[in-house]
């Protein structure tokens, strides 16, 4: 039974990460032609999608990837907005921005969970360890120009590759320099030369910036349970309170009952002589709706 239900898993996910990364080659490119509005409308698509790939997800990882777009929209919003050291091509934040954060999470999860990367994690993290400084050698040699903070997210990727055997940093670090080679290379977005502030020198895009996302994920599965915790506290909350609150009024508000005996003899007995008690029947009575009579006799 498990096995039926990892293969239909495993199934829905290759098929979902086909049409994901159809649609992300496809909204990239529109985006390139489109105005602040067709860059809204455009965004609205990619929640649609977003909710379209949750229907396929438990409840935990939906969570999971609901805290990592709240982490990375705040992540946009200080690198992009506030430090400047890349810039949309409209000089916005893009609508569709957040929900793609959730959606390259959400795949990363799902790709990383495959049995096919499971049980080759070692071959997995020596294969990204050589795409990595594949990508930062050219430059980090470049005479005119180094890219020292190519550099810098390289070490850092490192540290995540020798700190968690989780194949996720993996496959969150190729398929986010996918996307940043393919997004700077169309104009979607571009790095500062310089990180202000700084002076550090930058390529567009840094070498291994995927580090950044490998971050943000860390970030994001350490912050889910606490976030659920608290969802669940509160519902509790107001579910305890609910249940409660009639039950208080009940107590002590509720009008008194009374409660009599009705004497229904049989033919054959003597009115007269009082039956067993277990033949009597209890009925209970409310204090608007007094009884008529208390003993009924044949």
Same mark, same amino acid.
């Given at each position: 039974m498990m096995e039926a239900v990892s293969t239909s898993r495993?199934?829905?996910?290759?098929?979902?990460?086909?049409?994901?990364?159809?649609?992300?080659l496809a909204a990239l490119r529109l985006d390139i032609g489109t105005d602040a509005r067709g860059q809204f409308f455009l965004g609205?698509?990619?929640?649609? !999608?977003l909710l379209f790939s949750l229907r396929f997800s438990p409840w935990r990882e939906r969570g999971q990837v609901l805290t990592m777009i709240g982490v990375a929209t705040c992540g946009e919003c200080f690198g992009s907005l506030l430090w400047g050291a890349?810039?949309?091509?409209?000089?916005?934040?893009?609508?569709?921005v957040p929900p793609g954060h959730g959606l390259f999470y959400l795949y990363a999860l799902r790709i990383a969970e495959l049995p096919l990367f499971r049980s080759?994690?070692?071959?997995?993290?020596?294969?990204?360890?050589?795409?990595?400084?594949?990508?930062?050698?050219?430059?980090?040699?470049?005479p005119f120009h180094r890219d020292i903070f190519g550099l810098i997210t390289w070490l850092g990727f490192m540290v995540c590759l020798i700190r968690s055997p989780s194949p996720m940093y993996s496959v969150s670090f190729?398929?986010?320099?996918?996307?940043?080679?393919?997004?700077?290379?169309?104009?979607?977005w571009k790095w500062a030369s310089e990180l202000p502030?700084?002076?550090?020198?930058?390529?567009?895009?840094?070498?291994?910036?995927?580090v950044g996302y490998c971050a943000m994920d860390a970030v994001a599965r350490r912050l889910a349970p606490e976030v659920e915790?608290?969802?669940v506290g509160r519902k509790a909350f107001k579910t305890i309170g609910r249940a409660s !609150?009639?039950?208080?009024?009940?107590?002590?508000?509720?009008?008194?009952?009374?409660?009599?005996?009705?004497?229904?003899?049989?033919?054959?007995?003597?009115?007269?002589?009082p039956l067993p008690l277990h033949q009597h029947k209890v009925e209970a009575l409310s204090v608007d709706n007094p009884p008529s009579s208390y003993v009924q006799s044949s």
């Open positions: 495993s199934r829905s996910t290759l098929l979902l990460f086909l049409a994901f990364v159809i649609y992300w609205l698509t990619s929640w649609a !999608f890349y810039t949309y091509r409209l000089d916005n934040l893009p609508v569709y080759r994690t070692q071959l997995l993290r020596w294969s990204t360890f050589f795409v990595a400084t594949a990508l930062l050698l050219p430059g980090l040699l470049n190729i398929l986010t320099m996918a996307l940043e080679y393919y997004g700077t290379g169309l104009g979607n502030g700084l002076g550090i020198p930058a390529a567009n895009p840094p070498a291994c910036i995927g915790r608290f969802v !609150f009639p039950t208080f009024v009940q107590h002590h508000f509720s009008r008194p009952r009374l409660t009599r005996s009705v004497h229904i003899p049989s033919q054959e007995a003597d009115p007269m002589i």
